[in-house]
């Protein structure tokens, strides 16, 4: 991992680059986040990878690391209801769309995770697996992800028959067993459920 696509944009006439990637397109619960993150070129940070291969335990580490480090960082979210109403793509883009806006220090140009473009309104380039390659898509990673770790444990407190805090939101065997016992709550994405709701409740 390393600078060279934030290096190459910035040779290219930009002037400040953001990385940014989303957590939480999957699962059955919750919102989903989105983080735009601008590091200063070449800023070492140990441990950075993509979130998903690091320990709950590196990854809130990492997160104080990475906003103390950083340039500017945003994290934005968008809820079930409007994942329900627009798609969970649409939402993830306006999350994404929501998190460069609010950076405290504009960018120019966005490194985005994935190969779709969330039309930000500045310029942007997809890298396949580029939390895995790019350090600013990284370190968005990890922000997104442990955003909406942090507010899934939220939810278990309100919401403790579903057991958030161990799946957070994800359709695993004990998500659908605590769904089947207690029904869909206000937080489940109902367009995530159209089987166990019927066609009738779509």
Do not use: W
């Amino acid at each position: 991992m390393d600078y060279s696509y934030e290096k190459q944009a910035i040779e290219n006439g930009a002037k400040t680059v953001c990385g940014i990637d989303e957590a939480g397109r999957g699962p059955l619960a919750g919102p989903v986040f989105a983080a735009a993150v601008i590091l200063p070129v070449d800023c070492e940070i140990e441990g950075l990878d993509d979130s998903k291969k690091l320990t709950e335990k590196k990854r809130e580490k990492l997160f104080d690391v990475i906003k103390e480090k950083a340039i500017a960082y945003s994290v934005a979210s968008v809820d079930e209801k409007t994942i329900d109403e627009i798609n969970i793509l649409q939402a993830d883009f306006v999350a994404m769309r929501k998190a460069v806006e609010n950076l405290s220090v504009k960018a120019d140009f966005a490194l985005v995770d994935g190969n779709q473009y969330p039309n930000t309104g500045i310029k942007e380039l997809c890298i396949v697996k580029g939390d895995s390659i790019s350090p600013s898509i990284a370190a968005a990673s990890i922000l997104a992800k442990v955003s909406r770790d942090r507010y899934m444990l939220e939810l278990d407190k309100k919401y403790p028959e579903y057991q958030f805090a161990r799946h957070k939101g994800y359709g695993t065997k004990l998500h659908y067993e605590c769904i089947e016992k207690y029904g869909v709550s206000p937080v489940h994405r109902r367009s995530f459920l159209k089987k166990i709701l019927g066609d009738n409740n779509e």
